[in-house]
């Protein structure tokens, strides 16, 4: 039980989740959508790919010590902050390269909402543990509700998704003690609220 719990963690990462939630917002947004199907999307991902994981990956494995991506899940305390607070520079770096390719639509406030996340998440875990998993799918969990409610229903299946995927996620962070269930309730929650604050005040 231990063990998928733990392939579950590694799996079900937020490290993923700003790429997967880009490429979700590109795929059903039903204005960026057709603005998307006169440009180059293989480069646009990889710079997606190499902002979002690749860079973060690296610099995590790099400020723990490790050599082995699955020690990634279980960055200690002391570690975290930085981890979340270089995610938020690459995120930043991604925000400026999209408003430079005119790619504000929704896909913005997402990342800066992502940005927000990460840097509430740093400043939390200098005083006290809060669960990074918690963090990241409250935060996508937002951004899939925000998209339904401005007119994309066809996501209402992957937030339906999204939901038991958070449940199976935070069982499984529990399952490992990583986290006391005070920090998962607070880590969603904190990404929930951000999120929804982010794009019901900018998205479009």
Do not use: D
Request: with cysteine; charged share 10%; net charge positive.
């Amino acid at each position: 039980m231990r063990k998928a719990a733990t392939i579950i963690s590694w799996m079900l990462h937020p490290v993923w989740l700003t790429g997967i939630g880009i490429w979700i917002i590109f795929n059903h947004h039903f204005i960026l959508k057709s603005k998307l199907t006169a440009l180059s999307l293989g480069p646009l991902y990889f710079v997606i790919f190499l902002s979002t994981v690749l860079l973060p990956v690296m610099t995590g494995m790099i400020i723990t010590g490790t050599q082995h991506l699955s020690k990634l899940p279980t960055i200690e305390i002391k570690h975290r902050s930085a981890f979340l607070m270089s995610g938020a520079v690459y995120t930043s770096l991604l925000v400026f390269f999209f408003t430079k390719a005119s790619l504000e639509i929704f896909v913005l406030p997402f990342m800066i909402g992502q940005v927000l996340i990460q840097i509430i998440g740093a400043i939390f875990n200098l005083k006290m543990k809060i669960s990074l998993h918690g963090l990241g799918w409250g935060g996508i969990t937002a951004m899939l509700y925000q998209l339904i409610a401005i007119g994309s229903p066809q996501v209402f299946r992957i937030f339906l998704a999204a939901i038991f995927l958070s449940g199976l996620v935070l069982s499984a962070r529990l399952i490992v003690k990583a986290h006391t269930r005070f920090e998962i309730y607070l880590g969603y929650s904190a990404g929930f609220l951000i999120m929804m604050l982010i794009l019901f005040c900018f998205a479009e």
